[in-house]
């Protein structure tokens, strides 16, 4: 990591830009995710090469037991966020409700910057217009599936009719949240110009390039903000080559 | 949707309600028995309420005023299993492939490929599937359970153990051609007796193998009027399940597109930094 880290960081300034809470419960959320996604596939495909799938989890039941083990990860993942870190999380779902015109700004160029040709946008704020679609949508789906899956697990809850459109309401939901995090993966890791920018989820910092590039507006105060902290509690640090990490 | 080409046809007007049907499948089908006490909970002449996952046929009483004859109260008995349906909703919500229909319009569980999800239990139009304990290949799992229409005697020429066993004639098994004709000749003769006399046949789940002579009104013997297929399953299996797919498979199109397009058109996909310098390393 501090490697591959140095060639974005080295003479940056670093920025914070995700406490612990948000950083865990996005992790937690991806490992949830994935296992859910893999134990939930056999049950898209009636082809046996999918149904091998069920093997990685010791048979059928397994795969079942695995998925509601992970679903009880993923649901409870969020009321553990909010609990230990309300002002974090306040902070980020204040942000998705909150749309200015520099968000829309962002999207209207967003398929010029998907695709790597030159998108001139405004500064953006601490969330831009993509990835507050990106949360606003996995939230929802995140709800959609969650229901619906609880709604499976207990079949008999439910009046029948709503029941029955339970099961077309999760696969909607999973399938378009699937979208969302493949779009997101790819944006946020692998587009190049995301570069130096994932490592803001795993250590919480971002070299100040990225910070200004992506998230101008956010810089901006982040740096005013600073300055009124005490030395210990500064958002704003430095990069040590040497150690490879923030100091 | 199958093309049915037999029936069990269940005249209820000849049915006397002695559950020899209900035994004779037991017997056949190896299940053991389910001991119900009396509980006072439905009308007290059932011997169980509902399908279970080891009774896959019961026997029905409801006991009515007919009006129409103004003789006091009527006995309205019917043999209730599964219906094998011609478009089996169970079929087409099960994800393994696990349910089918034979060449006999039955409609049967693979219980080797089944996974006990329960989407057929819930889905099913006449509420027949259970989830039932059974061993398979040596081993014990859940799986889902109904009646098969006794397959495995029509494989071998013989009818359903029920039907064998019915002493009456209201269960029979035969070409459809031939037992709709039969119903229907029927009809004709109990319309006096019974006016609400009709053939309960649903064409809202491609007419069924199992099908009625029913002596009243099907509200009467707790079945549905206007059975069908779950719209909200048609929406699941028609729609939301290949558009959610294409959705998954245009995205990740878009991003193998995205990573294409930035090799050409970005520069800093060539290694370009934030300086526009190259990267250090």
């Not at chain 1, 406490?19 to 046996?48: E, M, N």
């Not at chain 1, 810089?219 to 500064?234: C, G, H, M, S």
Request: with cysteine; aromatic share 10%; hydrophobic share 40%.
């Amino acid at each position: 990591m501090s490697k591959m880290s140095n060639k974005y960081n080295k003479g940056q300034r670093m920025i914070r830009r995700f406490g612990a809470i948000p950083r865990l419960y996005h992790w937690v959320y991806v490992a949830s995710f994935a296992v859910l996604l893999v134990s939930g596939l056999p049950k898209l495909f009636k082809g046996d090469e999918i149904k091998v799938i069920y093997n990685i989890f010791g048979g059928a039941a397994g795969a079942h037991l695995v998925h509601r083990i992970a679903a009880v990860v993923l649901m409870v993942a969020f009321p553990f966020s909010l609990a230990f870190d309300w002002k974090g999380m306040k902070k980020w779902l204040r942000e998705l409700v909150d749309w200015r015109k520099r968000d829309f700004a962002f999207i209207s160029v967003f398929p010029k910057e998907f695709f790597g040709l030159h998108a001139e946008f405004p500064p953006q704020g601490y969330l831009n217009g993509g990835t507050k679609i990106n949360s606003i949508l996995q939230i929802i789906c995140c709800l959609g599936f969650s229901i619906s899956g609880l709604a499976m697990w207990f079949p008999t809850v439910l009046p029948h009719e709503l029941q029955l459109w339970m099961y077309p309401m999760h696969i909607t939901f999973v399938c378009l949240s699937s979208a969302v995090v493949m779009g997101h993966i790819y944006l946020a890791a692998l587009h190049p110009n995301a570069k130096g920018g994932l490592q803001g989820i795993i250590t919480g910092y971002v070299p100040e390039f990225y910070a200004r590039e992506h998230h101008g507006a956010w810089l901006d105060e982040l740096i005013e903000e600073n300055e009124t902290l005490p030395a210990d509690k500064k958002l704003i640090r430095s990069w040590d080559s040497e150690k490879g990490k923030v100091v | 949707m199958a093309t049915l080409k037999y029936a069990k046809f269940v005249d209820t007007t000849k049915c006397d309600g002695c559950r020899a049907c209900m035994v004779a499948c037991k017997n056949w089908n190896d299940l053991p028995v389910d001991p119900k006490a009396f509980d006072g909970a439905f009308n007290g002449y059932d011997s169980h309420e509902k399908l279970t996952a080891n009774t896959w046929n019961i026997i029905k009483y409801t006991e009515k005023t007919n009006n129409t004859r103004n003789e006091g109260l009527d006995w309205f008995i019917a043999h209730n299993s599964c219906f094998h349906c011609g478009v089996a909703a169970c079929e087409k919500a099960c994800p393994e492939g696990a349910i089918s229909h034979t060449e006999f319009g039955s409609v049967v569980i693979d219980e080797e490929k089944c996974v006990a999800c329960g989407y057929c239990v819930v889905n099913c139009t006449f509420d027949v599937i259970r989830l039932g304990e059974r061993t398979v290949n040596g081993k014990k799992k859940k799986v889902s359970t109904k009646c098969t229409l006794c397959t495995d005697r029509l494989d071998n020429g013989l009818h359903p153990a029920c039907v064998t066993a019915c002493h009456t004639g209201s269960l029979e098994f035969g070409d459809r051609a031939e037992m709709l004709a039969k119903a229907e000749a029927r009809l004709d003769e109990i319309k006096d007796r019974y006016p609400n006399a009709q053939i309960y046949n649903p064409e809202g789940v491609g007419e069924t193998t199992m099908f009625y002579l029913l002596a009243d009104k099907p509200e009467t013997y707790g079945l549905p009027v206007n059975p069908k297929v779950p719209t909200s399953l048609k929406v699941w299996k028609d729609y939301a399940q290949p558009v959610g797919k294409l959705l998954f498979g245009a995205t990740t199109m878009a991003v193998v597109a995205g990573v294409v397009s930035n090799q050409l058109f970005n520069p800093r996909a060539k290694g370009e930094t934030h300086e526009g310098g190259h990267d250090h390393e």
